[in-house]
């Protein structure tokens, strides 16, 4: 029973997040966070654009916070909405930039490049742009824009990149763009400072000089 209640939430919290990267996508969703607490379920929300969540005079959002109630079933909803720090550095706000710069006729190139220089500009460990589709023709293929050092696996590549993800709705069909950027804040284990060397503590002698000692020992 403890299995399948683990699995219903699992799913549960995977449409909200859903509906809710639908609900707010043009105005750049970089990440969503959800705690339960005793006065109902926090729900963090981290946009590039907050104007646009949150709607003249609250509008957009009681409308999200009405179906989070009526059609989740969560317990009292409380949404915040944050802007991001650092855009440049959010992979879903990269990702979906990179897919409207599509959108609007950019070429692959010109697009991945353009959010490649942006986010090193930000002095990033390493990024990597993977686009896939019928990028430049009939046949789809893949094609990566990589700097840096990029982690796949084991803690550094689970902890230690942001992953996002975005497509973009082309005539030829749709091309899906992920991102994955490594936290500047996050030290790799690979990489060992300098060791700082022991403080000398200088202790003076409170009984008085070598002499004086000699003098009371005589």
Request: hydrophobic fraction near 35%; charged fraction near 30%; proline fraction near 4%.
């Amino acid at each position: 029973m403890k299995e399948r209640k683990f699995i219903e939430e699992s799913v549960k919290r995977l449409l909200i997040s859903e509906y809710i990267r639908k609900e707010i996508d043009t105005a750049g969703f970089g990440g969503m966070e959800m705690k339960r607490t005793p006065f109902g379920t926090n729900i963090t929300l981290t946009v590039n654009k907050p104007g646009l969540v949150i709607g003249r005079k609250g509008v957009k959002i009681q409308e999200i916070t009405s179906t989070l109630e009526r059609k989740y079933g969560l317990e009292s909803p409380q949404i915040e909405v944050k802007e991001v720090d650092a855009p440049d550095l959010n992979a879903n706000v990269v990702a979906k930039k990179i897919a409207l710069s599509l959108e609007k006729g950019w070429s692959y190139r010109r697009a991945g490049n353009t959010a490649l220089r942006r986010t090193v500009d930000q002095k990033t460990g390493g990024i990597l742009i993977r686009m896939s589709g019928k990028l430049s023709g009939e046949r789809a293929r893949t094609q990566k824009f990589m700097y840096g050092s990029i982690k796949y696996s084991g803690e550094p590549g689970r902890i230690g990149m942001r992953r996002g993800y975005s497509q973009a709705k082309l005539k030829l069909g749709v091309i899906g763009i992920s991102v994955g950027v490594l936290d500047p804040n996050y030290r790799l284990p690979d990489i060992i400072g300098p060791v700082k060397p022991a403080q000398v503590i200088k202790v003076e002698e409170k009984n008085g000089t070598e002499g004086e000692r000699s003098q009371r020992d005589e």
